[in-house]
């Protein structure tokens, strides 16, 4: 499946702003979807994810509360929603998906992901 993440930006401080990731290609065996984010010198880290059948999501404790996962099925939209951004939310975030059955537990590992999207920038300053 390819994605395409897209609506980062420059933001101040509490405020808010939503990241797309349309997914293409094999989009409707797409199981596991995911966003994970990346500051130079770090490991990518997870933020959240969700499977496309069934409820079941998983958020990073730092971002709990202020970042909401969401998707559109019709045109296979996956939405991060972040609000009361903070600095430390500074970061590249990318978005991954995968055709295979994770186990919620799972869903936090990069490396159970074996689809990208490009990376979209997103920084919290005043």
């Known amino acids: 499946v390819q994605l395409q993440a897209s609506g980062g930006g420059l933001v101040q401080p509490g405020n808010s702003l939503r990241l797309s990731c349309a997914a293409a290609g094999r989009a409707a065996s797409t199981y596991t979807m995911g966003w994970f984010r990346q500051t130079p010198g770090k490991e990518r880290e997870f933020v959240a994810a969700f499977r496309w059948s069934g409820s079941n999501t998983d958020y990073a404790d730092a971002v709990k509360g202020r970042f909401t996962i969401s998707r559109d099925n019709a045109k296979s939209t996956v939405y991060l929603q972040m609000n009361s951004l903070k600095p430390e939310d500074t970061a590249v975030y990318y978005c991954?998906?995968?055709?295979?059955?994770?186990?919620?537990?799972?869903?936090?590992?990069?490396?159970?992901?074996?689809?990208w999207g490009q990376g979209t920038q997103v920084t919290v300053s005043s």
């Open positions: 991954a998906a995968t055709t295979k059955r994770l186990i919620i537990s799972n869903m936090s590992n990069s490396r159970a992901y074996d689809s």
